[in-house]
């Protein structure tokens, strides 16, 4: 079984400023780690996503995150945020062969 | 444009109404999810289809109906809706259930009134 955890609601950062959104999970098998954006009133989008190898991932947007099995982390950041970045973003976690679990997604402002 | 098409983008249905969300996708995948998304709560899956099978049903009340006539096209038939069903319907695919995330339709806005 699997579980993601994205502590907080909301998270608010400045044009420019470093993001950070954190996500952590727990799963019984290998993860499969994602990051998802939602803009309003849109689906879901692909951001990113570890699968094997490379611990850090790039994604869109100038989004990557980081695998820290240790930690049991999954991480999102990227150095500036722009205005445009303000969304909803999921974390969310499988196994092989089993379905997604999502996080409770956490909104990002940015503020000008 | 993600590959996963859904229609209509809004509905407004009254509560005594039948009416269809569809979903689909040309992507060559072999699962397709329904999710339901509503204000301030997590996104809550409903059905899942594999190779046009329902393999889950997560407790759905019945006035929710899926169809999976074929692995490109999903239905979700609403019938005599609460308005507690009001909500975002998203649809999702993925080349087999898990492993490879899925892609994700825009969704249908749907207000019961």
């Known amino acids: 079984a699997q579980s993601v955890t994205q502590l907080g609601s909301h998270v608010s950062v400045s044009e420019g400023a470093l993001v950070l959104l954190r996500c952590n999970y727990s799963?019984?098998?290998?993860?499969?780690l994602f990051w998802y954006v939602q803009y309003p009133n849109q689906g879901l989008q692909l951001l990113l996503k570890y699968t094997t190898g490379a611990t850090l991932v790039k994604g869109i947007n100038g989004f990557e995150a980081e695998f820290k099995k240790s930690e049991t982390s999954f991480h999102l950041t990227k150095p500036s945020a722009h205005m445009s970045d303000a969304a909803e973003y999921f974390c969310?976690?499988?196994?092989?062969?089993?379905?997604?679990?999502f996080g409770k997604g956490i909104t990002l402002s940015v503020r000008p | 444009e993600t590959g996963v098409t859904q229609t209509p983008r809004h509905l407004v249905m009254g509560m005594t109404n039948k009416k269809s969300l569809k979903c689909e996708q040309h992507l060559g995948h072999n699962a397709m999810y329904w999710y339901k998304q509503s204000a301030k709560k997590p996104l809550e899956l409903m059905f899942v289809y594999n190779f046009k099978e329902q393999t889950e049903n997560n407790s759905v009340p019945s006035r929710f109906s899926p169809e999976c006539p074929n692995s490109s096209h999903l239905f979700l038939h609403l019938h005599t809706l609460q308005p507690e069903d009001s909500a975002l319907y998203l649809c999702a695919s993925s080349p087999t259930p898990g492993t490879y995330g899925y892609t994700f339709g825009s969704g249908t806005r749907l207000t019961v009134v």
């Open positions: 799963s019984s098998v290998p993860p499969y």
């Open positions: 969310a976690v499988t196994g092989a062969n089993s379905k997604l679990t």
